[in-house]
């Protein structure tokens, strides 16, 4: 595995994880045969009282050609103030400590309406435009089903990644008010050589 300074490894998992664009038509370069792949996807909540969550569902597709995760809410009042955490880690095998690329907690409403602080997020949040149905400015709605959907993660869009590795996504929306995460999502993914055969034409 060769080295990658962990900003940049940052700045480009956060890209795949926004980036796919069904119809860009892509050259794959000599160096950049790599894709990220989705392993799995799942939620949890801590509002098991049911105070604002009212459903959710997550996944991923069940195509495993072209994997894609998606989450999806309903909540049962409107949330305003909230928080938003996203930690990204890269595990390691022992004696090796995981690689903790973003840890962070940060203002939701900020993120919405785009004027976060953290680079990291403030590009991924432009992406995501693209693929979620998220307000551009808080409230979240009630009885409104938002969702996250459509991601696929592909490498070739980037300049050179030169590593293969897992990846482990959380992200979190928290609630200010009640103090409890009312939704969060796992996600597990690789950074691999694609195989001659599965590379796009
Ligand atoms: C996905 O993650 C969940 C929760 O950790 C686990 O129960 C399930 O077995 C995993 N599925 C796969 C295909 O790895
Ligand atoms: C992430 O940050 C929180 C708060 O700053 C800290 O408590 C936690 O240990 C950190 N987690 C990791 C994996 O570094
Ligand atoms: C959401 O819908 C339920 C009925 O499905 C209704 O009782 C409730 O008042 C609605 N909440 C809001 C905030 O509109």
Not at 75 to 90: E, R
Not at 114 to 137: A, D, T
Request: hydrophobic share 35%.
């Amino acid at each position: 595995m060769k080295e990658m300074k962990p900003k940049t490894l940052g700045v480009l998992i956060i890209i795949c994880l926004c980036c796919w664009l069904p119809n860009w038509k892509v050259e794959a370069g000599a160096k950049n045969n790599f894709e990220l792949q989705t392993d799995n996807f799942t939620c949890s909540s801590e509002d098991v009282k049911s105070r604002i969550l009212k459903e959710y569902h997550c996944g991923i597709s069940k195509s495993s050609k072209r994997r894609t995760w998606r989450m999806e809410f309903m909540l049962l009042q409107p949330v305003a103030d909230h928080d938003f955490f996203m930690k990204i880690v890269l595990p390691r095998r022992r004696p090796l400590t995981d690689f903790v690329l973003l840890n962070v907690t940060t203002d939701g409403c900020q993120l919405l309406a785009n004027r976060n602080q953290v680079p990291l997020l403030r590009l991924g949040r432009n992406i995501m435009e693209r693929f979620s149905n998220f307000p551009k400015q808080c409230p979240f709605k009630a009885n409104y089903t938002y969702y996250i959907r459509g991601f696929r993660l592909d490498l070739n869009l980037l300049p050179a990644v030169d590593m293969e590795t897992p990846v482990h996504v959380e992200l979190s929306y928290q609630s200010k008010q009640q103090g409890l995460r009312w939704i969060s999502g796992y996600l597990e993914a690789r950074v691999q050589r694609m195989s001659e055969k599965k590379r796009p034409k």
